[in-house]
């Protein structure tokens, strides 16, 4: 498969892409196409199926450029951005497509390779198509403020492009840098609302209650 990438960091010898996990999951060797034309093999460092994020490494004489991350807390619907990726595959490597953000703070159901997951993300009408995931979005200064995901590919819908806020991907790649993945508590138990278990479950009850959840693992 295709997809695109942005070279956010620059550490010694080393340059660190991120990229969407559905992008380079299950790949048995990931090669980068750079802007000046040059091909190498990048090393996967971790991922993360949830928030649908990865980081590559290649070797840093290949990043010419780094893009400096943005505050995606400030945008706000009706500022322009531009998106760049690989829509369809190499024979259209670089596209840059403009639009300006439809919404924040959109939460969209997805799923993952790990499972359901709500998704916190950035709502554009700037032109996203297969291959566009894991490029940039980015404000009029240029600056990164979202790794470009996914759309909403049915009939009679267009304009609907979703991105990970950048303020959400940072630290997500710190942490995916550090630990090879995304640790993330969890309770642990089995919920079921109390009015679908079955009626053993609920024969000592208090006769008070008469909804709610119980945990029956």
Known sequence: GTGSGVIYKVDGNDAYIVTNNHVIADAQKIEVSLESGDTT???????????????LKIDAKYAKSVLEFGDSDKLRAGDPVVAIG???????????????????????????????????????????????SGGALLNAAGELIGINSLKIAQGG?????????????????????????VKRPYIGVGLANLNEVHPEYVQHLPESVEGGCMIIS
Request: proline content about 5%; glycine content about 10%; overall charge negative.
């Open 157 to 181: 819908v267009e304009g609907l492009g979703f991105a990970i806020p950048s303020n959400e991907v940072g630290p997500l790649v710190d942490e995916i840098v550090k630990n090879g993945s």
């Open 41 to 55: 093999t990048a090393e996967l460092i971790g991922q993360d199926a949830l928030s649908d994020l990865a980081v």
């Open 86 to 132: 690989n829509p369809l595959g190499l024979e259209f490597s670089r596209t840059v497509t403009r639009g300006i953000v439809s919404a924040v703070d959109r939460t969209i159901n997805v799923e993952t390779a790990a499972g359901a997951w709500e998704l916190n993300v950035i709502q554009t009408d700037a032109a996203i198509n297969p291959g566009n």
